[in-house]
């Protein structure tokens, strides 16, 4: 079954740049999201449509997408950037099936 | 202003079958797919399936294509996900979400709260 790599974990101090990766076969043919979940709340979206910041999303958070790499850039981070981030795309080749990564704990400090 | 609000947390016995609504609310509910996604407690999330309230078309992820039955009731704007035979690995918070589609690119734009599950005898 299709799958989206992400690493567990990514650690970066205040005001540096944290980057995480998502890789899958199917992201040259179909968009990647990704989703901030804080401990104990829903998901809520950052990133649509690769590269997309939905309104109320602070600009110092950015999507692109490569071949089979897409990443989630968070510029200066701040320490209530602190989450689980998780992308999610469709398999292009069996009926659209959505599929999450397997989560990335971002960790500011 | 849009609104998907769940019904409550279950405890279910092994073997047993659990229903779990979302009402939507804010906007035309027949506009925008339906998806369910859960959470087993400290895992990540799983995507389930996904039902358009217009036509009742579904599409479910492989491994809960025999067991898992999503519908809709287009009076009531509500939308409905059905796990049947439970087994303890079900217990999860399960979470509905409106989506856009465009040629099976989804975006999550809104979720409903969460519905915990838990099977236990």
Redesign the interface.
Known sequence: ?YELTQPPSVSVSPGQTARITCSGESLPK??A?W?Q?KSGQ????VI??DSKR?SGIPERFSGSSSGTLATLTVSEAQVEDEA?Y?C?S?D?S??????????TKLTVL | QVQLVQSGAEVKKPGASVKVSCKASGYTFTGYYVHWVRQAPGQGLEWMGWINPNSGDTNYAQRFQEWVTLTRDTSISTAYMELSRLRSGDTALYYCARAPCVGGDCYFDYWGQGTLVTVSS
Do not use: I, N, T, W
């Open positions: 079954s179909k968009y999201y989703y979940q829903a998901p809520v979206p649509y449509e939905p689980d998780y999610y469709a292009s069996a009926h659209h099936r959505g599929v999450f990564g397997g989560g």
